[in-house]
Structures are given as C-alpha cells and as structure tokens.
C-alpha cells in the first residue's frame, strides 16, 4: 500500500504569484531595493516590470504623499518630507540628510522644473549672462539614481520656459520648452505663434511640435513656480492670455475675455483651450493659477480682494462641469492685507480632503486651512525653506533612463 507524503508545512508552500506581487507592491522604495537580492525574478520585477512599478506608484502615491522642499534658495538641496507629519506637527525642522539632496554632481547652474510619478526633472546650464548652454537631468530621490545630462541646445536665459510631464498614452515622460527669444517676448508672438519644443525621456532629443495657438501666450510671472504648468491625465495646463498684446499680466489692461486655460495633449502632441467658470467674472488684482487637487483641474484666483477662491473642474475638459470648491477670506487665512500688497496663493495639497495647504507669496511659512471649521494656521518650519520652488513628490521606482 503506497502511502501518500505528508503535505509540506504552509510555511513551505510557495506563494502564489499574485500574492507576492500584492505584499511587494505596499512596500517602501527602500525595502524594495533591498529585496532585488532575493532572487533574479525579484530583481526582475523590482527594476525593470512595467506593471509591477505603475502599481506600485498608484499605492504610494495612495499611502504617504509628500512635499518636496527646496532648503536654500541659491543651492538645489532638495528634501522630501511626509504631508502627514507637516499636517500633525506644524512646528518642526526638517532632517539635514545630504544624500537626500541632489548635490553637485558636476554641473554649473541647477533649477528645480518639476516633479512627476516620483521623477524629478533638473535644468541644467551654464553661468552665461545672455546666451547659455542647456541640458536636462533627471533624478529619482528614493532610489538615489541620476541621469546624465541630456538634450543639450543654446538658448537666451530670460526667454525660455520648461513644464514636465507624464504621456499616460505612450507611458513616458516629456519636458515642454516654450522659446520667447529672437524679441518674441516684448512684442508678444509673431504670425506663426510662439515656437515650441519637446524632450521625450528615451528619445533624448529635443524635437519642435506645433507652435501655440496664433494670439496665444502662457503668462509669465515674478512669483515663478518651478512646475510653470500642471501635469494632468496625460497633459499639461497653464494659465494663458488670448489676444493680448503683453506677455505680462496687467489687470489695467487684460479683460475676463483675454485669460483661458491652455492644455497640451502629451500623447497626440495638440492643444486645447479651456474657458473659465462663467463666475468669474472680474480681472482679479494678482495673476490667477491653475493647481491640480485630488486629481481635478483647479482654477484659483483672487476676489475682490478680500477672498481667495478655488474653482474645479469636475470632468476634465468639460467647461460647463466647473464648481467652486472654496471661497475664504483674507481674514480666515490671517492674513493682514495692507496697502497695495496683493497676495498670491497657491495650493500646493489637499490632504484627506479637508486639509488645504497653501503659498503664500509673501510669506516664509505655509498655510494650513482646515475646510471642515474654516480655521487656518502657518507652519513654523525652523528650516529656511523656498516655498515658492516646493513640489509634490511620492516615493516610486520610476527610471531616470
């Protein structure tokens, strides 16, 4: 009579694929590199599976979002920090890691143009007072790789402005560089709009695509965030002035009529031109912004000088699905107004969706506003921070390659 082995223990068993893959995907970019020695599929899935590293970007981004700060003005020491903790603990110093910063590397002159699913995108360039030498770079904090230098041109320095971005379409990153030299940006655009440029992560060259719409202009501000636009769905939006005959923004000058939303389409390489919520209906006193929060286009600006106020798209590239998310007072935010000061604001995070974290133009600190008692208060960071230069930023395994 044969008798049948004993099952192997549970501990034993192998895993089901599945499983592992679950258990792999909730774990911190750090634990993850750790574990590329457990065995050559491991390493396999960990660095280089497609759909191993989108899923675990979606829980991370889930699970622990972050700021990215910018810990001196003058110096590209970048430093991630959780939302959590910033929410839970206003009054803090932030860690004084340097290998968390990106550091020198070799290069000159280092500018902050975004942060996208975890990549972080540098620019490049020489120290030329007029004309500069350009590269791109990009750099992934959590894994700590940085690439080369890439995609070198020549450009005038004032003249020039770059968006990052994700093509969900054909699952690559992209750098959009609009070119206002050759005098284009005192006299506004010529005939054939103004040229425009993009850098496809792979490719590793600059290719010219179809020129803004004739009359089109993106607005140009003294406040610069280092994101110009926002990263969105598969494209990228900034604000925008139609028919105008400044690059600047003017409220003498510009009407409701003359400000819209102009978007890219990173996969067909097109643009659109988005309307705003039909209220609004005065040119505020500061340039309004577009944020992205909670995954919705936002339109934000500033109300009679006594409110700020976040408008969301419900469906992307529906004008009519506009709805305003927030209306708050100067005097909520403790903010004391004086004078011609007009203060910029710009939300950086919606956190468990009553927590609304914004800039403040004029400010060294944060504002935290609590929707849910209409109560705000600043951080108290000891750390010198350039607020305007902060970013979103998650922890993926996204390549710089």
């Given amino acids: 009579m044969n008798i049948p082995p004993p099952p192997k223990p549970l501990c034993q068993q192998p895993l089901p694929d599945e499983l592992i893959v679950e258990v792999l995907s909730w774990l911190p970019v750090k634990t993850l590199i750790g574990l590329r020695c457990v065995s050559k599929i491991w390493n396999s899935r960990i660095t280089s599976d497609a759909s191993f590293i989108k899923l675990h970007r979606q829980r991370s981004a889930a699970q622990n979002p972050q700021l990215l700060f910018q810990l001196n003005r003058h110096k590209l020491n ?39 699913n975890g990549l972080i995108c540098i620019h490049i360039h ?32 004032h003249f020039s402005k770059f968006t990052f971005g994700y093509d969900n379409t054909n699952d690559t990153y992209k750098v959009v560089f609009f070119d206002f030299g050759n005098g284009k940006l005192k006299t506004g655009m010529d005939s054939q709009g103004i040229p425009v440029k993009v850098f496809t992560l792979g490719d590793n060259l600059w290719r010219d ?39 600047f923004y003017d409220p003498n000058v510009i009407t409701v009529e003359n400000i819209l939303i102009l978007s890219l389409d990173l996969g067909t390489e097109t643009y659109n031109q988005f309307s705003l919520p039909g209220g609004f209906d005065e040119v505020p006193c500061v340039k309004p912004n577009v944020q992205v929060l909670m995954d919705y286009l936002c339109f934000c600006h500033v109300w009679k000088k006594t409110h700020f106020v976040i408008w969301q798209m419900k469906e992307f590239g529906v004008e009519n699905s506009w709805t305003q998310l927030l209306k708050i007072s100067y005097q909520d935010l403790q903010i004391q107004l004086s004078g011609d000061i007009h203060y910029q604001l710009f ?10 974290i914004l800039v403040d133009s004029h400010d060294y600190q944060a504002i935290l506003f609590n929707m849910r008692d209409n109560r705000a208060e600043k951080t108290r960071i000891t750390n010198k921070i350039c607020w305007s230069s902060t970013v979103n930023y998650i922890e993926t395994l996204a390549s710089p390659q």
């Fill in 209 to 247: 695509i179809q020129s803004l719409p004739v009359g089109v202009v993106t607005l140009h501000d003294n406040f610069k965030k280092p994101n110009d636009g926002v990263n969105l769905s598969g494209t990228l939006n900034w604000m925008a002035l139609h028919n105008n005959p400044t690059l």
């Fill in 347 to 356: 939300p950086l995070f919606l956190y468990n969706g009553h927590t609304l």
């Fill in 78 to 116: 970048l430093t991630p920090f959780p939302i959590s903790r910033l929410v839970e603990n206003p009054l803090t110093a932030l860690p004084n890691d340097p290998q968390d910063h990106f550091g020198d590397h070799g290069f000159v002159g280092k500018l902050l143009i975004g942060s996208c």
């Fill in 126 to 157: 020489s120290l030329g007072i007029w004309i500069r030498d350009n590269w791109i770079c990009f750099w992934n904090p959590a894994t700590r790789f940085v690439s080369e230098k890439l995609g070198y041109f020549r450009a005038e320095y």
